[in-house]
């Protein structure tokens, strides 16, 4: 060939990547809207049999989801899937009628196509552990994730060792666990570098201190439910952390500029 002389560009082959690319895409979008549909609008209408037919539909698109080829597409399936999930949790009805027991089957294909989705882990912690009941579950998805973090990517990773740690405390009674994930969480934020990143390393060196202390510390499961209450998703999570902070002895005060602090139980 001629230095100079531009090569053949093969429509043909250029055709078949289209074809596939666009066949990829589409089946990404048939898979995320069916079932959905019903899961998410017409749980207050529903029987309980049309609910748990709908979820089990629903959890074989998303076993589906979870093997597929991305073609490329990773960050577009975890976030159409997380919208799902918002849809799914947020359905309220439809929870009462069923369970959230899909939780966790959302979060393997949204955290396995992106882990770097930091926002995605509180709502993986508040689904999976507190409310479907799987602690574990939510762990070892929160683990496999944080194999791919670093202190500085994606910006304030070291929340995700904090929802490690609270769920390892609250949900397993794992002490020496989240004490060390307590202590890995504040060192990530020390070198995060990020504002007020002292702030929030002080917060889980004390929480860990507590524990190693005492094991059974209410203080360090007050502190844990405090955390939760930041970040809660919900009312339901707020009221449901409130609750919790307030059968350890502890309270929430309200400041006059509507943030709140934790008063630690009296007795430790």
């Known amino acids: 060939m001629h230095p100079y002389q531009m090569p053949q560009f093969n429509w043909k082959q250029a055709l078949t990547t289209v074809v596939v690319l666009t066949a990829g895409v589409g089946a990404i979008a048939f898979l995320q809207l ?29 076993a589906i989801l979870q093997q597929m080829p991305s073609l490329g597409y990773d960050n577009l399936i975890a976030s159409t899937t997380f919208l799902n999930f918002l849809q799914y949790f947020g359905d309220i009805p439809a929870r009462e009628k069923s369970d959230y027991s899909l939780s966790p089957e959302y979060f393997e294909v949204i955290l396995r196509r992106d882990p770097f989705f930091r926002e995605a882990y509180t709502f993986l912690s508040t689904s999976t552990a507190l409310y479907a009941g799987m602690p574990e579950r939510s762990i070892a998805l929160t683990s496999e994730g944080l194999s791919h973090l670093t202190p500085t990517v994606p910006v304030g990773s070291f929340f995700v060792w904090r929802n490690k740690a609270i769920d390892q405390l609250l949900f397993l009674g794992d002490a020496a666990g989240a004490q060390q994930s307590f202590e890995t969480a504040a060192d990530w934020a020390i070198a995060s570098g990020l504002p007020n990143s002292q702030n929030a390393a002080a917060v889980s060196r004390q929480t860990a201190q507590f524990l190693a202390k005492n094991p059974d510390s209410k203080a360090a499961q007050a502190a844990a439910w405090a955390m939760v209450l930041t970040n809660a998703p919900d009312d339901r999570t707020r009221r449901t952390a409130i609750e919790k902070i307030e059968a350890l002895g502890g309270k929430i005060v309200i400041n006059p500029d509507g943030s709140f602090h934790l008063q630690p139980p009296a007795e430790d």
Do not use: I, S
């Open 34 to 62: 069916p079932q959905l549909e019903r899961l998410k609008t017409r749980g207050d209408t529903l029987t309980e049999t049309e609910v748990q037919r709908d979820v089990a539909a629903e959890w074989a698109r998303l």
